[in-house]
């Protein structure tokens, strides 16, 4: 959101500020959602270079097309533990895994 519209926000009363302001997160709780959401968008990224639908990429991880949908949009059910599995289901490695988390 750029400066301006911060400002006019402001001046009409309303409070601007973090997501994890707003959901009074701790600084863990955010670098765990930070990760799940990092993990979430490489694992889409990884099932499309691979070329492969959610369908496919469900059934090598042995799981329901639904279950991976949600995975790939990291919902608040999906533990970091599944995202990391259907992760490595693609082919992913240690080293790639690293550099997802590294980054968020």
């Known amino acids: ?16 500020g973090d997501v994890d302001e707003f959901l009074s997160l701790s600084p863990a709780e955010m670098a765990i959602v930070e990760m799940k959401v990092a993990l979430a968008k490489a694992l889409v990224d990884k099932r499309k270079k691979c070329g ?3 369908v496919s990429a469900a059934t090598l991880a042995k799981t329901s097309q639904s279950r991976y949908a949600k995975v790939e949009h ?4 999906v533990s970091l533990e599944l995202l990391i599995k259907m992760f490595f289901a693609l082919g992913a490695n240690k080293k790639e895994l690293l550099k997802v988390l590294s980054v968020a």
Do not use: N, Y
Request: proline share 0%; aromatic share 4%.
């Open 74 to 77: 990291a919902e608040t059910s």
């Open 52 to 54: 492969i639908t959610q």
């Open 1 to 16: 959101m750029d400066k301006q519209k911060k400002e006019r926000l402001k001046k009409k009363g309303w409070k601007v």
